[in-house]
């Protein structure tokens, strides 16, 4: 039975780093697979001790996300409608090239933050230079908080397969 569980957790890793490469909270999707699986085993393999640091660990990730993509766009001198932008164009940049290309949305989403913050600060009176500045500060708050994520979601993934490989 380990093998299926390694199967579905692998499974919910690769669904939950396409999932979060959206913005969306894709880490919840790994953690509430384990969760299952642990309360199947009886917290035999996984204690709650452990399915909780995942859910810790899970909750960081999301608020670490939501925080560097503020702080990308603040430190770099944009306004509450570059932040807007930057979401909405993430959102609206990964929907369209889903719809255009295959796995579209991990592409999509960089450019989208990138142009929804410089077009949320240029609509402010912002010039090209100063809301291209605060486009650029949008985009490596969301890589740096893609790159959060997917550490989280490959350590949650990597030790829970461990525990059910023997290997610790």
């Known amino acids: 039975m380990a093998i299926v569980y390694i199967a579905l957790i692998a ?18 999707i790994l953690w ?23 859910f810790v660990a899970a909750c960081a990730a999301e608020i670490l996300e939501y925080l560097s993509g503020l702080i990308g766009t603040r430190r770099s001198g944009g306004s509450r ?3 807007k932008g930057a979401l909405i164009g993430g959102m609206t940049g990964a929907i369209i090239l889903s719809a255009i290309v295959p796995f579209g949305f991990l592409i999509g989403v960089f450019p989208g933050t990138f142009l929804g913050a410089f077009i949320g600060e240029y609509k402010t009176g912002k010039d090209f230079y100063k809301s291209s500045k605060v486009g650029i500060g949008a985009l490596a708050g969301r890589v740096v908080a893609a790159s959060l994520k997917v550490m989280v979601i490959l350590f949650t993934a990597s030790i829970a397969i461990a525990r059910y490989t023997g290997l610790f």
């Open 11 to 28: 499974a919910a890793a690769l669904i939950s780093l396409a999932v979060s490469i959206t913005g969306m909270p894709g880490s919840f």
């Open 32 to 54: 509430f697979v384990i969760l299952i699986i642990s309360i199947i085993e009886g917290f035999e393999v996984l204690s709650v001790y452990g399915v909780t640091v995942f």
């Open 81 to 83: 409608s570059a932040m």
